[in-house]
């Protein structure tokens, strides 16, 4: 409203999300394992990444667990220069997207290899991996 006064407030905000994995928490476990595995429909036979509890093309809950792959083409890349606040001690880092061999995309971090060396088209491999606190995630690395 007019002539109202608007304060702000800089303070730290932590925020947590609880994300339900109870179906798809096989994923996680094979990516602690060391494996990349992710959920194929026993239905209509689609195959989704990230792991879906329910297939997005028919809606059946049934599915099956298959390896992922690993070997993948760079289809497009950006730098992140400026990072978000949950990466606040990170570097500047490369996000990829990259076609796996059976043509799904994966969305991740490219690391190992130097900006002026990224080309749209080079071979990329998808690697698990294991934060500093335990927590399992994936990236590619260069072929």
């Known amino acids: 409203m007019p002539g109202?006064?608007?304060?702000?407030?800089?303070r730290?905000?932590?925020?947590?999300?609880?994300?339900?994995?109870?179906?798809?928490?096989?994923?996680?476990?094979?990516?602690?394992?060391?494996?990349?595995?992710?959920t194929k429909c026993t239905k209509c036979g689609n195959v989704t990444f990230p792991p879906q509890a329910d297939c997005p093309k028919c809606s059946s809950g049934e599915f099956e667990w298959v390896d992922l792959g690993t070997e993948a083409k760079l289809l497009t890349y950006t730098q992140v220069l400026i990072t978000p606040a949950s990466f606040a001690d990170s570097d500047p880092y490369i996000i990829a997207i990259g076609k796996l061999a059976n043509g799904l995309n994966v969305l991740a971090w490219l690391e190992g290899i130097a900006l002026e060396a990224v080309k749209p088209g080079m071979?990329?491999?998808?690697?698990p991996r294991s934060s500093k606190e335990g927590n399992p995630y994936y990236v590619f690395v260069a072929a």
Do not use: C, Q
């Open 123 to 127: 071979a990329m491999r998808l690697e």
């Open 12 to 38: 730290t905000l932590s925020l947590r999300f609880d994300i339900p994995i109870s179906r798809t928490h096989e994923f996680w476990d094979a990516l602690k394992a060391g494996r990349l595995v992710t």
């Open 4 to 10: 109202e006064e608007v304060l702000h407030s800089r």
